[in-house]
Structure formats: C-alpha cells, structure tokens
C-alpha cells in the first residue's frame, strides 16, 4: 500500500447500532497514525493520536485500534448516536516528516 | 471553537484577481499548516510553517504563495488562479516541529474559494 486507503467510503447505521471503518496505510517507516473526526461546515477535530504497534485508545464511546506490522487502524463506535454523523478522516505520517498523508474518509450517518 | 481561525469563510474571485487567505492560531503552537480539499479527494498537503520558515512545498504552483510572518499567523497569497482551484482551503496548527509527526493538528473552518 503506497496511500491511506479507508473503507468503506460511506455508511449508514440506525441508533444504537455498533459500527467500526478501516483504514490501511503503508507500513514501512511508520511513525503516527492519526484519526480526525469532521462534522459538515465544522472543522476536523482530532480524535487520536496512535504510535505504537497495538495500542489502544479509547474516548467515550469511540476506540481505535492500531497495527503497524501490517498497516492497518480500525475505529470502532459502540452505540451510534446521530450526533455521531460525520467524515472520519484518518492520516498517516513517516519518519523525519512533519507531512500527514490523509485517506478520503469513512462518512458515517447515524438515522434516529 | 478550536483555536484557528480562518478569514474569510468565503471567497468568490475572478481568475486575474489578487487576494490572499489569512490565518490565526491562538494555541501558542509552532507549526503551521496549509491543506486544499477537492471534492471527493483526501486532504492535500500544500505548505509547512515550523518555527516560522517553510520547511515544505508539496509541488504547489507558483500562484499560491504562502506567507507567515510569525508563529501565531499564516497566509497564502493567491494570484492568476485557474478554475480547477476552486476548493476548501484549510489551515491547521501542531505543537510539533517538523520532524515529529505524532501531535495532533488542529484545524480552522476553512475558506471556500470559487474561481470564475
């Protein structure tokens, strides 16, 4: 894998439900995988910050995962509320670069 | 409110107009950045601030030039734009130097830039 690639591209879920997106990044020369939250006319919001092959973070009712032997992230959000609707963005960054990669994002609807 | 704000939301110019797009962090953070958002394409990067020199163009025409005159503001300069530049411009700011990509960004609102 060369570029951030997340899947799936959109998802819809009812309230309630538990729903969890990918995201694939080259692994090679790994330093920081980062995941953003971005609601529509509002700004990206960083979610976490992740650098560690396995680790795991948590905020609310959102966790992610990472592994960076095989390039991959999952977030994970148990009992999707709408206020949960928005593009998830994830970005990856390499050693000696301030630069982040960014895949096109997870949109994700939350329906009542 | 995040901390970057971003002037003005909306920018509508013809393709021989001058204008630039301001930014201001007020985070006390280091690094600056400029990113453009293209329907349905990822975040692309365009400039980075570190301690207020540029440490990278991502192959950006000459038309949009970048401008930070301290660590707190940022602008981009656009001049002779093309069609095909009509997108959200979005700042950011970090904690990080260049070189140290593990602190998060944070981002303004964005100017929405429509070129005639």
Redesign the interface.
Known sequence: ILN?EQSPQSLHVQEGDSTNFTCSFPSSNF??L?W?RWET??????LF?M?LNGDEKKKGRISATLNTKEGYSYLYIKGSQPEDSATY?C?H??Y??????????TRLQVFP | ETGVTQTPRHLVMGMTNKKSLKCEQHLGHNAMYWYKQSAKKPLELMFVYSLEERVENNSVPSRFSPECPNSSHLFLHLHTLQPEDSALYLCASSQAPAGSGNQPQHFGDGTRLSIL
């Open positions: 951030v330093y920081a980062h953003y006319a509002k700004s990206p919001e960083a910050v650098t963005l970005a960054s390499s000696n670069t301030d630069k982040l990669i960014f895949g096109t994002g």
